[in-house]
């Protein structure tokens, strides 16, 4: 017994004598785990239920994956808008984001803290373009002829079916503004119609002169209405969508997440994940990526601040 007391007698001096050894144990102990958030945009009148579900395999199984490495994957952070979404990244609430490339440079030119990181594939492609169509017995034959003419587009936020078509009349000098702001006889006026089946019914029937969305889009349209619509021109090429980190974020952790993001198609479970989130894979962006990102960011600027 005599001796104990001396041993807890000896330590309790030590302990004593040796203060911050002591703290820094207690440090140790109270190190969080490295931590990775994922941000998304649920503006209205998208329902935050449907985000959650198209992303919530993702975000699973990226959280089982880094878990051994001692990765912590929090919960989704849902963002109102772009303005909110901008602020949490630059508060650090938020390390990465999958978006359009239009919506990708938004954020950036917002927050001054994103890089795109990754490329989207979906549906096994890579690159989309938006085409311009109007009624078979229209006399639209190129967009110079959209000038005074009423363009249906789609969202706001969308890059096929807005900023692509609007950059792409834009780099021809044509101006585009809102059909209820007016407008001037050069100018093309676009109307919203919240969806790509939308958008060809309303030139279908009158309500437009010509409409443009993704040609996806185009091949998807009920035989229908596609046999009384012909396209007149296409755009140049765009990426799908991107991947993108906040810059400052630490460079070892994102190479590990990148790592399994990109490995997620070569089993069936990420296969599964990624189908929900309607992505067929992720792939590293080239230099001609790159080069093609830089040369749309002057144009969709521009579009940012169409009325």
Do not use: K
Not at 105 to 129: F, G, H, K, M, T
């Amino acid at each position: 017994m005599r001796g104990s007391r001396t041993f807890n007698v000896v330590l309790l001096l030590a302990l004593l004598a040796f203060p911050g050894a002591r703290a820094a144990h207690a440090g140790d102990q109270a190190q969080p785990a490295p931590t990775v958030r994922f941000g998304v945009m649920v503006e209205q009148p998208a329902s935050p239920d449907r985000i959650l579900r198209m992303f919530n395999g993702l975000v699973s199984l990226l959280r089982a994956r880094l878990a051994p490495a001692g990765i912590r994957v929090a919960d989704i952070v849902i963002a109102a808008d772009v303005e909110d979404l901008s602020q949490r990244l630059r508060d650090g609430e938020v390390d990465f984001v999958i978006e359009t490339v239009f919506s990708s440079q938004l954020l950036r030119e917002r927050s001054r803290c994103l890089e795109p990181s990754l490329a989207l594939v979906r549906d096994e492609r890579r690159e989309y373009r938006s085409i311009f169509f109007t009624r078979r017995d229209s006399q639209i034959r190129r967009l110079e002829d959209l000038r005074g003419r009423i363009l249906v587009l789609e969202a706001l936020r969308s890059t096929s079916a807005f900023a692509l078509p609007v950059a792409t009349l834009e780099r021809l000098g044509i101006d585009v503004v809102a059909a209820a702001g007016g407008g001037g006889d050069r100018d093309v006026r676009y109307v919203l119609a919240g969806g790509e089946i939308n958008q060809a019914v309303w030139v279908v029937h009158g309500r437009g002169d010509a409409g443009a969305f993704n040609e996806g889009d185009w091949d998807a349209l009920p035989t229908r209405i596609r046999d009384q619509l012909r396209v007149f021109h296409r755009s140049l090429p765009i990426l799908r969508g991107l991947l993108s980190f906040r810059v400052g974020y630490d460079s070892a952790l994102r190479e590990q997440v990148e790592e399994q993001l990109l490995a997620l198609h070569r089993d069936p479970s990420g296969g599964d994940a990624l189908a929900g989130a309607r992505i067929t894979r992720f792939e590293r962006l080239s230099e001609t990526d790159r080069t093609q990102i830089r040369d749309w960011e002057g144009v969709l600027r521009s579009v940012a601040s169409v009325p």
